[in-house]
């Protein structure tokens, strides 16, 4: 609860902790209710009461509740804000050609729904999996469908926001590796369709540029197009693997009937399969982390000794922490050296127009002397 409640003060993302405590409050209320008959209602609820208005203490501790209200009211009419039922902006935005649909946000998000349904259907059709316990899997996908739910109310639509998933995402792409794995999935099939739709997802991925917020874009490749090599683009690569992919799988489901039995998970090749049967999933997690970890050093050299993301981490590592603003040159004058404009004198300014007076300040011609 206390977790829970500072997060949320801290940022309207902070609702998935929300989703956390409701996706747990069924063995909750079976400990509050055996504990009930023992010390009573109050004893149990007044500490978890406390704990989700700690918050309130600091929260106003130097502000007053006028003022937080006039600081909402003011943010709402400035924005940019967008009702619960303009959610669909923020998706919609993961999918245009711009930052906010860049590649490493894509292949994020798109891996997290990947993992998100092959473990809920794979854990409907069995009640027991070997090697991961089936109640925390389940309070597992609550978190994550109950994040998805409250992040409508978030008043901004803007895919940073996706940035919260990445703990739960990261626990629920370890629990699909064991979920997909030889000893849970016995039919190789099963296990295709689950490489088919990785390699799809990689090719929506790929549809979008490696771009990166402002001057973290500086010397990155392919920072403002799609990911091409000697003009073949990477996303209809993998689009064709996908083709490929569901051909195989088709190849299996028809030869299912005629095939030998599996190998025995005790033999040599079964442990092989057993091995790597989840393998796709880690090698394409880890080789999408070293293509983007690569794109920002080859960023960090093209820019040296210039500002770039990387050289900024580095330096905020051996205890300079300034980032960009040693890196920025601003005017100590703006207004020295500036040119004076030229008036005609056959057609001075009249009253009506933007020109006009003996002292002209809001407004300056385009046309200047040369200097």
């Known amino acids: ?50 704990a989700g208005l700690l918050v309130l203490v600091v929260v106003f501790s130097d502000q007053t509740l006028s003022a937080v209200l006039e600081a909402t009211r003011v943010r709402t009419i400035i924005g940019p804000n967008e009702e619960w039922w303009n959610d669909f902006l923020r998706y919609y935005y993961l999918m245009v050609q711009t930052v906010d649909g860049s590649l490493p946000r894509r292949f994020a ?116 197009k799609t990911v091409s090599l000697s003009g073949y683009q990477s996303s209809s690569l993998f ?47 880890a080789a999408m982390v070293l293509f983007e970890v690569l794109s920002l050093v080859k960023g960090a050299v093209s820019q040296y000794p210039a500002y770039s993301l990387a050289r900024s981490n580095i330096e905020a590592i051996t205890g300079s922490s300034c980032g960009l603003a040693n890196d920025v040159l601003v005017e100590s004058d703006p207004n020295s050296g500036r040119l004076e404009p030229v008036i005609d004198p056959a057609n001075p300014p009249s009253g009506g127009d933007a020109l006009a007076g003996g002292g002209p300040v809001a407004s300056r011609p385009t046309v200047f002397r040369a200097t």
């Open 1 to 50: 609860m206390i977790i829970g409640a500072f997060t949320l003060a801290a940022a309207p993302t902070g609702l998935m902790c929300i989703a956390a405590l409701i996706a747990g409050i069924r063995p909750m209320t079976r400990i509050i209710v055996r504990k009930h008959r023992e010390v009573g209602t109050l004893p149990l609820l007044a500490p978890i009461g406390a």
């Open 109 to 224: 998000f798109l891996v997290m729904i990947l993992c998100l349904f092959t473990t809920l259907l794979v854990l409907l059709r069995r009640r027991r999996i070997p090697g991961i316990a089936v109640s925390p899997s389940w309070r597992l996908i609550g978190i994550v469908f109950g994040t998805i739910f409250f992040m409508m109310f978030n008043p901004t639509k803007w895919t940073h926001h996706f940035g919260a998933y990445a703990g739960i995402a990261g626990s629920l792409a370890a629990l699909t590796a064991v979920v997909v794995s030889a000893q849970a999935l016995r039919s190789r099939r099963n296990r295709t369709i689950f490489l088919a739709g990785l390699l799809f997802v990689l090719a929506v991925s790929f549809a979008g540029i490696n771009g990166w917020w402002y001057v973290s874009s500086y010397g990155v490749p392919w920072f403002d």
């Open 239 to 285: 689009l064709v693997l996908f083709g490929l992919a569901l051909a195989l799988v088709a190849w299996q489901y028809l030869r299912e009937g005629y095939a030998p039995p599996p190998e025995k998970p005790t033999s040599a090749k079964g442990r092989r399969i057993r091995a790597f049967a989840a393998a796709p999933l880690t090698v394409v997690a």
